[in-house]
């Protein structure tokens, strides 16, 4: 019963239309099947054809997740369905803006640590810093997790965007 | 005509008259009344007025499962949209195509809280295949278009339309039907001939084969029905409805065994469990119909044609997924088929037939008609008897009277039964019959009802005075919830908590008040004059059938057991399977 238990995380894409109402769709069928979502980002991205792309990261078994993509096709303003777990390599990124409140020693660290990171700080004053971080998910929560000691106030994720690599679209 | 300028109201009756629409069940209010104004003012879609709004998806879902046709709806805002949301769910679990126009307030009044207002399209969107809400006049024929479009066509189901009062007094453009094609929503109809080529391959190479097939076969029309029996008699195996599959196959046919699930045949629930090749066409795998999961047909290879795919490997992991049409695959299954390039061994299916046979010889439906009380499997038996050959139609409410309904009347073909099956919505029964008496004025129509489903809707008695509908209701009048009772007493001890109606009405009187007739009937040497009267009187019906108090359903396959451990009836107490702590905790 393993393979029936083991759970996965996945991304999946969906193009849908940019209308009213999609995204509370969307929601509502991962909440009334109970489905998870460990996150969502959704933003128009075809002007001309008013299309708008959903990034969802969801976790279950392997039935399950085939569900999810299933359902998902079920709803009408739905024009595609992309796995991209396994369709092959995918380009995931999120972003943080880390708001991090601190003096002295503590506030030299987390510069130096952002630096590491790459993070860049986008607001600053003598007591606090904002930094924006960039990255895979694990690399935002690892930073996340740095700033925890040094003062970390307060923490806004986007939620994972993602593309094929490559030559193929969704 | 396309580009005159139009109102609204005009806009949408115009679609509803091009997309062929001839009955609109409804009830008026202030957020329709432009729309009423308009249907006053034709002739050709004949409005039928409901007593509630619950009654008139029911009676749409009844015309829509008894002519193939969708069924339309139109309610006012407010309390008439959340009125109609029991039907609607109804009819998404049971793949009804319904297209219901709701009223709403004026666009500008969205939001406020403002006199009869509901967020009808956020309250319908989880009830509903689709839905929309429609700002602006100009959008309003495509709208109309496209929700037939989608109502009727892949898995077919409710839509609502919601239309703000002000829309529909505002001026816009109507488009006919041939200029509306949807951008996204394209079903796939044709199967995957590689898979149709290999599930023919298993077909034939079964020792042990079952088709087990749904409401799916209905959906997709006579045709679908026609082919499946086709196929069926071609490779002579044993076929199985579910409950929404009934008349899909006829059941005089030899091969027929009957229903499958909870209150299925002992022969078909067997041989889906000892199966080596199933064949599921057009059903969902239902936790009625598979009980325990784990214990579902452990030795079979498992096909399955859906023109849903979020139906394939929901429940059950199938071999062979075929997504597309019933009637589109099977005519491509019969062809692969009678090209013979699988073909079977003489009498590999003997032993199992033989097998089969042992089964049907419990004959699990048996019962007595002893005694001074009338068992509501003889009245139904009668019934069904006594109209046999005619132009006939049931419909039901939901319960014990349902399942019993299931087992002793006979359909031989498609949209004759109409029965709430997925969401198991009392009160279903009495105004899907009216609409089904709509659609074939000179049909004979009988509800079977319990006495306690039948009092859910019982306003619609008004409705079948008023249009002279000739609906016969035949309440099987045992005192009880009597599906509550029965696990009451199989599962809680015996302990009838609050099954038990009481103060009933006199439905003599009662039918009487609605200028009904009715008939009651106690004895059991009368039950034949009482149904043959109840045929032989032109207009409505009221049968008060007073039956055995203490019947249950038989066979019965408890809560999380599996298909192989059914309750036969008659069993000295603790017999039979045990219902476990978990399959307590089912419904």
Not at chain 2, 554 to 575: I, K, Q, R
Request: aromatic share 6%; charged share 20%; hydrophobic share 40%.
């Amino acid at each position: 019963m393993t393979e029936d238990t083991e759970i996965f995380r996945h991304t999946i894409s969906v193009l849908v239309d940019n209308e009213f109402g999609v995204l509370a769709r969307v929601v509502g069928l991962f909440s009334g099947r109970g489905y998870n979502i460990e996150s969502l980002t959704v933003a128009r991205v075809d002007e001309t054809e008013n299309l708008s792309r959903i990034t969802i990261v969801t976790t279950g078994t392997a039935m399950v997740i085939e569900q999810i993509k299933a359902q998902l096709g079920r709803l009408v303003p739905v024009h595609k369905i992309a796995d991209l777990t396994i369709d092959g390599p995918s380009v995931e990124r999120e972003m943080a803006l880390v708001k991090v409140v601190s003096k002295g020693e503590k506030r030299v660290e987390a510069l130096r640590m952002a630096d590491i990171f790459r993070a860049r700080a986008v607001d600053t004053t003598e007591d606090s810093f904002v930094f924006e971080v960039t990255g895979v998910p694990d690399k935002v929560k690892a930073f996340i997790g740095l700033m925890e000691p040094l003062g970390k106030a307060e923490v806004c994720r986007t939620g994972v965007v993602a593309v094929h690599r490559g030559t193929d679209v969704i | 005509m396309a580009n005159q300028e139009m109102t609204g109201a005009e806009i949408v009756i115009k679609a509803l008259k091009d997309q062929g629409v001839e009955v609109i069940f409804g009830y008026p209010g202030g957020a329709v009344l432009p729309l009423y104004d308009e249907i006053f003012k034709q002739n050709s879609i004949r409005h039928i007025l409901v007593r509630q709004e619950g009654g008139a998806v029911h009676a749409a879902e009844g015309y829509a499962r008894s002519t193939g046709k969708p069924g339309v709806v139109l309610v006012t805002s407010g309390p008439g949209a959340t009125n109609a949301v029991t039907g609607l769910a109804d009819a998404l679990m049971d793949s009804i195509p319904v297209i219901c126009l709701t009223g709403q307030v004026a666009t500008h009044m969205i939001g406020n809280d403002a006199f009869q207002e509901a967020d009808t399209v956020g309250i319908t969107r989880p009830v509903t295949k689709h839905n929309y809400l429609v700002k602006d006049a100009n959008d309003l024929a495509r709208t109309v278009h496209e929700a037939f479009y989608v109502a009727t066509n892949g898995r077919p189901g409710p839509i609502v339309i919601d239309l703000p009062k002000d829309v529909q007094l505002a001026s816009g453009k109507y488009l006919p039907p041939s200029m509306v094609k949807h951008k996204s929503y394209k079903p796939q109809v044709k199967g995957d001939l590689k898979a149709i080529k290999a599930a023919v391959k298993l077909i034939s190479n079964a020792k042990r084969p079952i088709f087990y097939t749904g409401g799916g076969v209905i959906n997709s029309g006579p045709k679908a029905s026609k082919l499946l029996t086709q196929l069926v008699r071609l490779t002579g195996h044993p076929i199985t409805n579910t409950l929404m599959g009934l008349g899909a196959y006829p059941a005089s046919d030899k091969q027929f065994l009957g229903m499958l699930g909870m209150h299925g045949t002992y022969e078909a629930n067997n041989a889906m469990h000892d199966c080596d090749v199933m064949v599921c066409i057009g059903a969902r795998f239902d936790d009625r119909i598979t009980g325990r999961l784990d214990a579902f047909s452990p030795k079979s290879k498992k096909i399955h044609i859906d023109i849903d795919p979020s139906s394939i490997n929901k429940n059950i992991q199938v071999d062979i997924p075929i997504v597309g049409d019933v009637a589109h695959v099977l005519e491509d299954m019969i062809k692969v088929w009678k090209s013979e390039v699988h073909k079977p061994e003489a009498g590999a299916t003997k032993k199992w037939w033989a097998q089969i046979q042992e089964w049907r010889a419990k004959d699990c439906l048996k019962f007595e008609q002893k005694g001074k009380a009338i068992k509501p499997q003889y009245a139904l038996q009668r019934l069904n008897e006594l109209t046999k050959g005619m132009d006939r139609y049931f419909t039901t409410e939901v319960g014990q009277h349902q399942m019993w309904a299931a087992q002793y009347l006979q359909f031989e073909e498609p949209n004759r039964w109409m029965t709430s099956g997925g969401l198991g919505t009392m009160g279903y029964g009495l105004p899907a019959a009216m609409g089904v008496q709509i659609a074939h004025p000179d049909a004979l129509v009988v509800d079977v009802a319990g006495e306690a489903s039948t009092m859910m809707n019982i306003q619609e008695l008004s409705t079948i005075l008023q249009y002279r509908l000739p609906v016969k209701v035949f309440i099987l009048n045992n005192e009880y919830m009597g599906m509550v009772r029965q696990w009451q007493e199989l599962l809680h001890g015996g302990r009838y908590s609050e099954s038990y109606m009481e103060s009933l009405p006199d439905f003599v009187k009662l039918a009487e008040a609605f200028g009904s007739t009715g008939l009651r009937c106690t004895d059991p040497d009368k039950v034949d004059d009482c149904i043959k009267e109840m045929i032989a009187i032109k207009g409505p019906v009221v049968v008060d059938m007073i039956v055995d108090k203490a019947e249950n359903v038989f066979p019965m396959v408890p809560s999380g057991a599996a298909h192989n451990e059914m309750l036969l009836g008659g069993e000295a107490d603790g017999a039979g399977p045990k219902v476990t702590s978990d399959g307590l905790s089912l419904v």
